[in-house]
């Protein structure tokens, strides 16, 4: 005998064929309640006395079965009262349903309301869930199991929608066919909105409510597997980061920062079309992912969106600020299966827009790869280039502007490494290859001595004896080896504590917070300062490195070399020098090139500076040329000196930084 399937026959014809099929009385009538249930879903009013007449004929087929079951008024009048689920029972058969009282309160009827057609119940539930709990019904009543179970929403009488989980026990006759169903209904609004909220969080970024990188990749990975199924659809991935974003953040807070960045994303939300995708993948990092696009051309026209949705200033707090953006583009290439890959590529070609000078975009080709080979090569070539003796230091002079003329109070070492075959290489080429490495605590130490033993040399001691400052790596602090480095460098070059200072940078003090502290500490007890390196283009603020042992901040050049020309720069060097004023910091000025910022400065009360104005970065011996000089003769103008050492050939060297390695 055919069973009774789940395939609702909406018609009468069709339903009468059913009961033959069937031959139940029962099914019979639970096919009308389905069916009855199916055409709700369509027209509900309409198909009400549709429903009766439906069941009057189901019922008039003459099964016991089919008869209505009898109202019980004290329905588990106790457990129900009790119970914090409100009970229901479904006769199937008969199309009646009847709840505890807890179901009234649920749903906000009063007292005096008993409802027990299946209308009202029906009428409840909202029209988008009420294919689903047909299906649930239709799949779990045909089946052979006990339980029933379904969540749909459901609305109380305030006009709310509440979601409410129905489980249930299936009661079947001999036969196997379900003629009720009894169970329990539990609110589950509340919980369910923790775990959206949860899905939420997991997936979406809070602060501008933008997928994050997780689904971010989940959303990549999906176009990625729709353009190979679909052959010509293809996408373009943008990386997008913010230019100089945590000088912002730093010195305007982290409360405007957060309002910048949520600026940002509503911005970027209106440069992208719909159906593209626009996600946060981290800090000021965002990604665009456009579907349906194949040539570059059509990327950057999004690119040149996202520069023109940032033109204009973004109102944050009380004050206006213009951010822009380095994009990098990437496009669909059937050979990457990973998304990691096109970010790992969008990303490059980001950097590459930034080392171009900022708020543009790149292309992505493969090329930039080769960047990331030439550090491997350079990493081989690394190995034994101190033994044999490829590095050597520059020497750039810091000044004291307190006097009407420049005083020299010491000086930056600076590495090189003269390379066998590619010539005289910056230290932003290598010191993130020696980084990687371990290769930068012998590198390390070889510049700490090589610096102590050129200043003994050249400078003799005293009370005004000038200090040379070495730059250190994160690495190098993070190891507590370093202290006994120092010990034994100040001890084998007989110079004193005070006169060698360490450069930091923030980077270098948060690779390791607590290792950092305990290193600048025990040097500081010895009389070994620090300073704080490049200061702005980090995320610390000026409170909290007032809690590190460092008394000297470094402001950085790209804020010196654009404060002529950028209130805002100008703005931002002035709070600086304030604020580490009032804290009792020092400071200098780095990168000063032109007379007029020299002036500036010392108006804003900066106490010491260093830079191109004063010529490039000096060999030792014409550091100490040029120390010699100016013990000979103490009143001289030290930049006559200079101008005097170079034109005696003195300042000639080929290994001056080139503007681009500098400039960063
Ligand atoms: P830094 O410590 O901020 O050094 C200042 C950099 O700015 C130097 O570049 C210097 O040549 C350049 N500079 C100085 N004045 C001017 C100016 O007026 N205009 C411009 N455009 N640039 C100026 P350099 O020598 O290429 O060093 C780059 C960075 O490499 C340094 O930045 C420092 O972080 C790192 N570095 C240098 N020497 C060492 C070292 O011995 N060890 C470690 N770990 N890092 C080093
Ligand atoms: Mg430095
Ligand atoms: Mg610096």
């Known amino acids: ?347 490059l070609a980001m950097h590459c827009a930034k080392r171009a000078g900022r708020a543009r975009h790149e292309r992505f080709v493969p090329e930039m790869r080769d960047g990331v080979r030439r550090r491997v090569s350079l990493e081989q070539d690394f190995r034994g280039a101190i033994d044999r003796n490829e590095f050597n230091l520059l020497y750039q002079p810091i000044w004291a502007t307190d006097g009407p003329t420049e005083r020299l109070v010491g000086f930056e070492a600076l590495l090189r490494w003269n390379h066998p075959v590619r010539g005289t290489l910056s230290p932003g080429e290598f010191i993130p290859i020696a980084e990687e490495t371990e290769m930068i605590v012998s590198l390390g130490g070889w510049t700490l001595h090589r610096a102590c033993l050129d200043l003994r040399d050249f400078a003799s001691p005293g009370p005004e004896a000038l200090w040379v400052s070495v730059n250190i790596a994160a690495r190098q602090l993070a190891n507590r080896g370093l202290v006994a480095m120092v010990d034994n460098v100040l001890h084998a070059t007989g110079l004193d504590a005070s006169r060698l200072k360490l450069e930091v940078t923030e980077n270098v003090i948060l690779h390791d917070e607590t290792t950092a502290i305990e290193v600048l500490e025990s040097l500081a007890a010895r009389g070994v300062r620090a300073l704080m390196d490049d200061f702005g283009t980090g995320h610390a603020s000026l409170t909290y490195l007032h809690r590190l042992p460092i008394r000297t901040i470094k402001i950085d050049r790209y804020f010196i070399g654009r404060m002529d020309v950028s209130p805002q720069c100008l703005e931002i060097v002035r709070s600086i020098i304030t604020l580490a004023k009032s804290l009792g910091m020092e400071i200098v000025a780095e990168g000063v090139e032109h007379e007029a910022q020299l002036v500036q400065l010392r108006g804003l009360g900066c106490r010491a500076v260093q830079g191109y104005l004063f010529g490039r970065p000096l060999l030792a011996e014409e550091a100490q040329a040029l120390v010699a000089g100016l013990e000979r003769s103490p009143g001289a103008c030290p930049r006559a000196l200079l101008a005097q050492l170079a034109l005696s050939g003195g300042l000639e060297h080929a290994s001056a930084p080139s503007p681009e390695m500098v400039s960063r």
Do not use: K
């Open 1 to 347: 005998m055919p069973n009774f399937l789940w395939d609702p026959p909406d018609t009468p014809e069709r339903m009468s064929l059913a009961f033959v099929l069937t031959g139940s009385a029962v099914a019979s009538a639970f096919a009308v309640a389905l069916v009855t249930m199916v055409r709700r879903n369509r027209r509900l009013s309409h198909e009400l006395g549709e429903t009766r007449e439906l069941l009057a004929r189901a019922n008039a087929l003459g099964s016991e079965d089919a008869q209505p079951h009898p109202v019980v008024e004290d329905w588990l009048s106790l457990p129900s009262r009790t119970a914090l689920d409100a009970l229901w029972d479904w006769d199937v058969v008969a199309d009646r349903i009847r709840f505890s009282a807890r179901w009234r309160e649920l749903v906000g009827l009063s007292a005096a309301e008993v409802h027990r057609s299946t209308e009202e119940w029906w009428g409840r539930i909202h029209p988008s869930d009420r294919a689903q709990l047909q299906a649930d019904v239709a799949s779990q009543l045909t089946g052979v199991g006990t339980q029933f179970s379904s969540e749909h929403r459901v609305r109380h009488e305030d006009g709310r929608w509440l979601l409410l989980h129905w489980v249930g026990v299936i009661g079947r006759g001999p036969d196997g066919r379900a003629e009720r169903i009894t169970g329990s209904v539990r609110n589950t609004t509340a919980q369910r909105d923790v775990e959206g909220r949860q899905r939420r969080e997991a997936l979406y970024d809070a602060l501008t409510g933008l997928p994050n990188r997780a689904l971010a990749i989940d959303l990549l990975r999906r176009a990625i597997n729709r353009a190979r199924r679909q052959g010509e659809r293809r996408f373009a991935v943008l990386y997008v980061d913010l230019d100089r974003f945590s000088i912002l953040n730093d010195s305007l807070g982290h409360q405007a920062g957060d309002e910048i960045l949520r600026g940002v994303a509503d911005r970027l939300r209106t440069a992208i079309r719909p159906g593209d995708m626009i996600a946060r993948l981290s800090g000021d990092e965002f990604l665009l992912l456009l579907d349906d696009v194949s040539e570059f051309e059509d990327a950057e026209i999004v690119a040149d969106r996202v520069q023109l949705v940032l033109a204009d200033p973004l109102q944050v707090l009380t004050s206006e600020v213009t951010v822009g953006a380095s994009v990098g583009i990437v496009l669909h290439d059937s050979a990457m299966v990973e998304p990691t890959d096109y970010l790992r590529d969008a990303a």
